[in-house]
């Protein structure tokens, strides 16, 4: 059963930096895509970013491009949001996921078959 356990969320002014964390457990994580997405009130969950675990190749939605690093650390069994020059548009309840295999180009959430709980990110202007 695989597990996927988001922390590192919370209040930021305008300009600020969060890490956010995933940390994955019950699986074997070698092939698997591994992505975050997050949500707004009101919005759809959009897709921000993914990263293969084997290999380390990264994929960014085109509004966090620059601003956002997604990594992973195998040891750790860990993934992670690294977050710099936040923005209030930014402020959404923010999913880590993975799926077993797959395209990291194919955003779509319904690709994805295991989510976490979701961690919240507010930024303040």
């Known amino acids: 059963q695989v597990q996927l356990v988001e922390s590192g969320g919370g209040l930021v002014q305008a300009g600020g930096s969060l890490r956010l964390s995933c940390a994955a457990s019950?699986?074997?994580?070698?092939?698997?895509?591994m992505g975050w997405f997050r949500q707004a009130p009101g919005k759809e969950r959009e897709f921000v970013a993914a990263v293969i675990w084997s290999g380390g190749s990264t994929y960014y939605a085109d509004s966090v491009k620059g601003r956002f690093t997604i990594s992973r650390d195998n040891a750790k069994n860990t993934v992670y949001l690294r977050m710099n020059s936040l923005k209030p548009e930014d402020t959404a309840l923010y999913y880590c996921a993975a799926k077993p295999t797959g395209n990291i180009y194919n955003t779509g959430e319904g690709s994805y078959g295991y989510w976490g709980q979701g961690t919240q990110v507010t930024v303040s202007s």
């Open positions: 019950g699986r074997t994580f070698s092939t698997y895509v």
